[in-house]
């Protein structure tokens, strides 16, 4: 039986790339066969990755069989998984994210979850030493590790991210400001997408003080884009987590280059949290700046309270 590699719902760059790296290394070297496989249509970023490194874009799963055998990369949370994960015969996970729980295997399997920044870079180092990687799988590593570290910008960063991505540019003979403002490009592109894709784009679900919401970050060099929609963006709030029978949703505006989120405030739940979460004045505004904010998984989530 094929086992088939894939990360989360909504797929961003290393969930997509991590998937495609990880089923050819079982491919390739373990001999083992495997096919990555997405959980929904990769974004405009991953996309980008695919073109960018003439990468195959992997099928999308419409229904996991009971007993498939799978392999999980770039996260460990049910919700973010197929709805019969439980019923797979789940044989490996590989994760950067804290543990959630909720997932049962069928015996005992092997599971990695390191504190850095990007699941390529944990992917990259359980390969056997002296792996010969094609280009388009370097390409793949190293557009994850700049996505998922924000060109180095994040706080998650870690030296080894950033010695791994350096190696992986010298040796493809790519600049890495140049390579990382495409990626970033193609990321702020969202003109295409509607108010509610751009909600669950990149998003995931959170319980906070017995509330749930689905905390959504749009990571753009154009913040102004995704802002001027605001009104739109705030109304769809409401028809999404209805549909997502979720409290409420929040979205963190990025921006990448200057190293802050606007975080859109539609009520008083919502002016509440970011209050007690970041220690900031909301006032009247329908927003807040939050200097230095970049990261969901260090700076965001962590410090969600009510």
């Given at each position: 039986?094929?086992?088939?590699?894939?990360?989360?719902?909504?797929?961003?760059?290393?969930?997509?790339?991590?998937?495609?790296?990880?089923?050819?290394?079982?491919?390739?070297?373990?001999?083992?066969?495997?096919?990555?496989?997405?959980?929904?249509?990769?974004?405009?970023?991953?996309?980008?990755?695919?073109?960018?490194?003439?990468?195959?874009?992997?099928?999308?799963?419409?229904?996991?069989?009971?007993?498939?055998?799978?392999?999980?990369?770039?996260?460990?949370?049910?919700?973010?998984?197929?709805?019969?994960?439980?019923?797979?015969?789940?044989?490996?996970?590989?994760?950067?994210?804290?543990?959630?729980?909720?997932?049962?295997?069928?015996?005992?399997?092997?599971?990695?979850?390191?504190?850095?920044?990007?699941?390529?870079?944990?992917?990259?180092?359980?390969?056997?030493?002296?792996?010969?990687?094609?280009?388009?799988?370097?390409?793949?590593?190293?557009?994850?590790?700049?996505?998922?570290?924000?060109?180095?910008?994040?706080?998650?960063?870690?030296?080894?991210?950033?010695?791994?991505?350096?190696?992986?540019?010298?040796?493809?003979?790519?600049?890495?400001?140049?390579?990382?403002?495409?990626?970033?490009?193609?990321?702020?592109?969202?003109?295409?997408?509607?108010?509610?894709?751009?909600?669950?784009m990149d998003s995931k679900e959170y319980e906070v003080g017995g509330k749930s919401f689905r905390?959504?970050?749009?990571?753009?060099?154009?913040?102004?884009?995704?802002?001027?929609?605001?009104?739109?963006?705030?109304?769809?709030?409401?028809?999404?987590?209805?549909?997502?029978?979720?409290?409420?949703?929040?979205?963190?505006?990025?921006?990448?280059?200057?190293?802050?989120?606007?975080?859109?405030?539609?009520?008083?739940?919502?002016?509440?949290?970011?209050?007690?979460?970041?220690?900031?004045?909301?006032?009247?505004?329908?927003?807040?700046?939050?200097?230095?904010?970049?990261?969901?998984?260090?700076?965001?989530?962590?410090?969600?309270?009510?």
């Amino acid at each position: 039986m094929t086992t088939l590699v894939f990360g989360h719902k909504s797929p961003d760059t290393d969930s997509t790339g991590s998937a495609i790296v990880w089923a050819w290394y079982m491919n390739e070297i373990l001999d083992e066969k495997a096919e990555a496989v997405l959980l929904g249509e990769p974004n405009t970023e991953a996309a980008f990755m695919l073109r960018k490194w003439n990468l195959q874009k992997p099928r999308i799963l419409d229904a996991l069989a009971e007993g498939q055998k799978v392999v999980i990369v770039d996260t460990n949370n049910p919700a973010e998984l197929p709805a019969g994960i439980n019923d797979a015969d789940i044989r490996a996970i590989y994760d950067h994210h804290k543990l959630t729980g909720g997932l049962q295997t069928k015996g005992p399997i092997n599971i990695t979850v390191r504190p850095l920044a990007c699941t390529a870079t944990i992917l990259h180092d359980e390969m056997a030493p002296g792996t010969e990687m094609p280009e388009g799988i370097k390409g793949a590593i190293l557009s994850c590790i700049l996505s998922d570290t924000l060109e180095f910008r994040s706080p998650t960063t870690t030296d080894r991210d950033r010695f791994l991505a350096e190696a992986l540019a010298e040796d493809l003979k790519v600049e890495i400001p140049s390579y990382a403002a495409e990626l970033f490009a193609a990321k702020s592109d969202v003109s295409e997408f509607s108010d509610a894709e751009l909600l669950r784009m990149d998003s995931k679900e959170y319980e906070v003080g017995g509330k749930s919401f689905r905390v959504s970050v749009l990571e753009t060099t154009s913040p102004e884009t995704v802002l001027a929609r605001k009104d739109s963006l705030v109304k769809s709030m409401e028809t999404v987590a209805a549909e997502d029978k979720v409290d409420q949703v929040l979205l963190f505006v990025v921006d990448i280059l200057r190293e802050e989120a606007t975080l859109l405030v539609p009520n008083d739940l919502v002016k509440t949290l970011a209050e007690k979460s970041f220690a900031t004045l909301v006032g009247d505004g329908d927003t807040v700046v939050l200097p230095g904010v970049v990261s969901r998984k260090k700076q965001i989530i962590p410090n969600l309270t009510l």
